[in-house]
Every structure is written in C-alpha cells, then in structure tokens.
C-alpha cells in the first residue's frame, strides 16, 4: 500500500511556468473551450445516444495541479456547463500527469483508480458507467490526434520529471 501512495507522490506535476498562465484564464472562458471541445469529441456518442446514463447528472473534473475543476451535464444530446446549484453526482481528480496517461491509454483506467492516482468519488455505479465508457472508445479522427497529443505531453513531463514512471 505504500508503494501506491509513493506512486501517486510521484507523479510528475504540471510546471508552474504553465501553471502561472492558464490560471490568468477566466475559468467562464476556460470551460467554455473545455465542454464545445468535449462536443466535438464525443459528436458520433451524443448523436447516438451512448452518453445517455449522464443524462441530469453532474460531473465534476478536478485537475489538482492545474488548478482546474469544470462542471458538466449530459442532456438532448449535448454536453453543457452544470449550473453547479448542486453538489456533483460524480466527481474525478487527480493530476494531469494521470489524466494523460488515461487519455493517452499508455496506462490502464482501473490501475490509475487502483492506485488512487485518479480518484472517483459520488455515484459509483455512474462512475462505473464513465469509466466504462471510457474503455471502450474507439480510437479514431479526433480522438485519435488527442491521444497522439497526450502522449507527445507524457514524453515532455518524463522528460522534465525523469523519476517519476
């Protein structure tokens, strides 16, 4: 059990010089981007109705060394911005670090949950869904340059962070 909570110390965390600019974003800007990009990404399962179990939830992304948390909600095929008057249904944190290596599928969802490296809190049988979800996208057009992405980003923060995995 140490050697996980070694494993989560360890990881290598967003530099500051990155850090200090993305927090000058105002978040309302910020989570804009983040939800038309989640729109774009997810059009084909929206228009198929595959993220249906997000209907009127709220889902929580925490990016701890980001500084970054956003709200959404599934519904009529779109994702949008919670109107965050309610505690989330399901919250996900952990570093960016983790996130890519999710992302990137250079490490297995259920190890990075195991590990307590992404961590998954609320509803567990929608977190269940998610992460289910999650595993069985197909990799292909966008999210196919967003993979290639999150593993250009996994070599740079190895490469300042050699220790870490």
Known sequence: MNR???????????????????????AQIRNRVIIESLNRIFR??????????????????????????????????????????????????GNSYDFLLMLSRSEDPDTLFFNRRLKLTGDTELGLYMKNFLDGLEITGIRKRLQQLSIGALRVAETIHPQSH
Do not use: W
């Not at 909570?5 to 967003?14: A, E, T």
């Not at 850090?19 to 000058?24: E, N, V």
């Not at 889902?59 to 008057?85: H, K, L, R, Y």
């Open 4 to 26: 996980h909570i070694q494993n989560s110390v360890s990881s290598p965390r967003l530099p500051r010089l990155i850090q200090i600019p993305i927090s000058f974003v105002p």
């Open 44 to 93: 084909r399962e929206l228009i198929d109705e595959e993220l249906a179990f997000l209907n009127q939830k709220t889902v929580q992304i925490t990016i701890d060394d980001a500084n970054i948390s956003f709200e959404f909600t599934c519904d009529n095929n779109s994702i949008s911005a919670a109107p965050g008057q309610q505690p989330p249904d399901l919250i996900m944190r």
